[in-house]
């Protein structure tokens, strides 16, 4: 084989290699202290700003460039220890009754529910399209809930886009939640 072409498919395996690691977004971890309960962590995004808040324990994601969206996490857990206070049946019917509330709001007539599966416990999920969404609000909705070990964290996914990226970026915060020290 010609010199010239041998450099031309080495340039062209390299750039293979390199291109799809250069081009996902950086990740990082995140905690969110819980009082008297250790931490949450997750994985997410760098570029996504985080705040957080406290009663109740809240991650707050938000742009910090680009595309507009909020994804909120809260994390609950039951204070008497019920052992069934995160289990699949009870999310369900959590996420059931949030889904059948908003209905009414949404441009579906109806809004499915589906199941997710995250590190260290099961969750559900539906999404929802606002009719009429206000000056300042968004136009998309995701949201749940997902057991993690004792917790069961609340979810929240804002976006203007359909299909947006953010909501599968989100999903794979939630799949990396797990309990911290």
Do not use: C
Not at 51 to 69: C, D, L, V, W, Y
Request: charged share 20%; glycine share 6%; no cysteine.
């Amino acid at each position: 084989m010609d010199a010239h072409v041998v450099r031309r498919v080495l340039s062209a395996v390299t750039l293979a290699l390199v291109l799809p690691a250069s081009a996902g977004e950086p990740w990082q971890e995140r905690t969110l202290s819980i009082a008297d309960r250790g931490t949450l962590v997750v994985s997410s995004p760098r570029a996504w700003a985080q705040h957080t808040g406290e009663a109740p324990p809240t991650i707050r994601f938000s742009n910090s460039a680009g595309q507009k969206f909020v994804v909120l996490i809260t994390a609950q857990w039951s204070p008497t220890q019920d052992s069934l206070f995160n289990s699949s049946a009870k999310v369900r019917a959590l996420v059931e009754e949030r889904a059948e509330k908003l209905a009414p709001q949404a441009v579906e007539h109806e809004l499915p529910i589906h199941e997710m599966h995250g590190a260290s416990g099961n969750g559900f999920y539906f999404s929802a399209t606002d009719k009429d969404p206000g000056p300042n609000e968004y136009k998309y909705l995701t949201e749940g809930a997902l057991a993690v070990d004792d917790l069961l964290l609340f979810f929240t996914v804002l976006t203007n886009e359909a299909d947006s990226s953010v909501v599968n970026d989100a999903f794979d915060v939630l799949r990396s939640a797990r309990r911290g020290t």
